[in-house]
């Protein structure tokens, strides 16, 4: 098992940056792939960013490429996504995940926090 928590949502104006981080418990961090996703009422769960076991590697979403940053710190078991020129159209509640071979699929997760709100004012 692996537990995910994630902080640092919060509510910012548009053009404003935030940091959410996602600490992970439990079996080894550093065998997991690690993703954010993002549900905004009303829709559907979507990929944002997702990162390698070794971070060599990492995927955005379209909407978000340019503008989010994903990176993780095996030593401390965290996972990070840095967030500028954030948008209204970015609120959101924000889901870090885990999976071993997961990218973009939700699907490919094999674990989930419990999400944390995001809030983006115009």
């Known amino acids: 098992q692996v537990q995910l928590v994630e902080s640092g949502g919060g509510l910012v104006q548009a053009g404003g940056s935030l940091r959410l981080s996602c600490a992970a418990s439990?079996?080894?961090?550093?065998?997991?792939?690690m993703g954010w996703f993002r549900q905004a009422p009303g829709k559907e769960r979507e990929f944002v960013a997702a990162i390698s076991w070794s971070a060599g590697s990492t995927y955005y979403a379209d909407s978000v490429k340019g503008r989010f940053t994903i990176s993780r710190d095996n030593a401390k078991n965290t996972v990070y996504l840095q967030m500028n020129s954030l948008k209204p159209e970015d609120t959101a509640v924000y889901y870090c995940?885990?999976?071993?071979?997961?990218?973009?699929?939700?699907?490919?997760?094999?674990?989930w926090g419990q999400g944390t709100q995001v809030n983006v004012s115009s």
């Open positions: 995940a885990a999976g071993t071979l997961a990218r973009e699929n939700p699907s490919e997760y094999e674990y």
């Open positions: 439990g079996r080894t961090f550093s065998n997991y792939r």
